[in-house]
């Protein structure tokens, strides 16, 4: 096996199951397997999965986990982990899209590169706009401090030309490929995390193990967070709680001289966040909403197929459509704002991908229709 694919899915069926088609699509000629670990859905996430994904019918074998509780990111793949056979394992988070050569682009370097342990590669947003968590540094002291003040462009290694292959030390969870010899000697993901920080505190061992940690140019779509609930008080505090383990893990020996500036400004920036959350959660009940996202225009561009599907579904859903029967993806004459529904038999998801990221202007939303599931996936919602 050459391959293991881990997915962690907590309500959001609709967004794991895009995920895995599109890691079928670009797995061609690789031997592969998949493991989607359930993290205790709610919203009838397994019998969906098992339902819509080709399970018996595909050539990649494809495993579903379902635990009986909400084991959080680290523990929920490290379980997965543990049962994968392949060479190198890919953690991939379920709100993203991988382009079809992605994959085996990205093993062929491994294989070409013995010395590197870990890789990640070019996120870009569901405007398109790249995504600057696709390669970090390390959040030294300096670093964090600098960060929380807002000084970042170190953090983001903001220096490095965004199409070559590059050394990083921080490799981004959405898409963290890892070599198992690598994890077999630096361990699994520590199960302190219970979201974010985990690829931080990986990271940072295989650069301690003397492995490379390394940054390739090969694109992904990332919903950015669509598998967690960014609007709650909650995530606030498992965010800011990772930042504060992952500083007291590996710097908590310093001098406080050193440790008490960072800690203040860690608790300062959740502070801000929770403030910001409050007022945004006040306004929405005050009745201040962008009518814009209540009823955005949607356009739809691809073949015969999806024209007569989703005409139908916006007379039933009364949205506000435009539709644009063609076999060749173009994003001109476009309105701001307007979210662009890209037929995935018309298109692959490379095309969809590389054309929202050539618009100059990151003013469109990249939505996806698959002819026959009379389903509409964007960043915001589904549409059934």
Known sequence: MKLSVVIVNYNVKHFTEQCVRSVLRGSAGIATEV???DNAST?????????????????????????????????????????????????????????????????????????????????????GSLARESRRSIPTPLVSLKKMLGMDRHYYMSHLPWDSPAPIEVISGAFCLLRRKAIEQVGLLDESFFMYGEDIDLSYRLLKGGWQNWYLPLPILHYKGESTQ????????????????????????LSPLITLPVRAAIY?????????????????????????????????IGGRDMMAETQSMAARKGLKALFRQSDTLSLDNIETGVCVVCDTSAFSYDTIISTFARRSQHDLSICTYEPGSMKIITPKEIIE
């Open 268 to 300: 300062g920036r959740a502070a801000m966040a929770l403030c910001q959350l409050l007022y945004s959660n006040m306004r929405r009940s005050m009745g201040f909403i962008d009518t814009r996202d209540l009823q955005p225009t949607y356009l739809f």
């Open 43 to 127: 919203d009838g996430s397994v019998s969906y999965l098992r339902q819509t994904l080709p399970i018996a019918d595909s050539n990649v074998p494809i495993r579903i986990i379902e635990s009986n509780h909400n084991l959080g990111f680290a523990r929920g793949n490290n379980m997965a982990i543990r049962l994968t056979r392949g060479e190198y394992v890919l953690l991939l988070n379920p709100d993203t899209i991988v382009a079809e050569q992605t994959l085996g682009e990205a093993i062929r370097f491994m294989d070409g590169h013995p010395e590197a342990g870990a890789a990640g590669v070019k996120m870009h947003n569901s405007d």
């Open 230 to 253: 960014k609007s709650s008080f909650r995530y606030v505090h498992v965010f800011y709680q990772a930042m504060h383990i992952f500083f007291g893990k590996h710097y908590g020996h």
């Open 35 to 37: 493991f989607i670990v």
